[in-house]
């Protein structure tokens, strides 16, 4: 236990600083896993929105400091890449019914 007033306000602090950064990690969660959700069940509209409102999430979790730079790079790159490969994959199928059988 902290003895001097400035070790028991650091400690008020760091509890402060943790609730906020577990709120701000949840937050990031959350957007991110719309993100897959929304992959896996084939919405490329509806991913492609949820993709652009977790990487303003991520890069504010970097500003926050609850991220490292070089995290939310890698984890918007890999949404990224899902999300362009469902887009992909959906006009391929399109372009395969449009064209006639013969």
Same mark, same amino acid.
């Not at 943790?18 to 509806?46: H, L, Q």
């Not at 500003?63 to 999300?83: E, P, Q």
């Given at each position: 236990? $902290?003895?001097?007033?400035?070790?028991?306000?650091?400690?008020?602090? %760091?509890? #402060?600083?943790?609730m !906020?950064? =577990?709120?701000?990690?949840?937050?990031?969660?959350? *957007?991110?896993?719309?993100?897959?959700?929304?992959? $896996?069940?084939?919405?490329y509209?509806? &991913?492609?929105?949820? *993709? +652009?409102k /977790?990487?303003?999430?991520?890069r504010?979790?970097? %500003? #926050?400091? +609850?991220l490292?730079?070089?995290?939310? &790079?890698? =984890?918007i790159? !890999?949404?990224?890449?899902? +999300? #362009?490969a469902?887009?992909?994959?959906? /006009? /391929? !199928? $399109? &372009?395969e019914?449009?064209q006639? /059988?013969g």
């Amino acid at each position: 236990m $902290a003895n001097y007033p400035s070790a028991k306000k650091r400690i008020r602090q %760091t509890i #402060k600083r943790t609730m !906020r950064n =577990k709120a701000r990690r949840s937050r990031i969660r959350t *957007f991110v896993r719309k993100v897959e959700e929304a992959i $896996a069940r084939g919405d490329y509209e509806a &991913a492609r929105e949820a *993709f +652009v409102k /977790a990487e303003s999430e991520l890069r504010r979790g970097v %500003t #926050k400091g +609850v991220l490292h730079i070089n995290t939310a &790079a890698r =984890k918007i790159s !890999r949404l990224s890449k899902k +999300v #362009k490969a469902l887009g992909q994959q959906l /006009a /391929a !199928r $399109a &372009a395969e019914q449009q064209q006639p /059988a013969g």
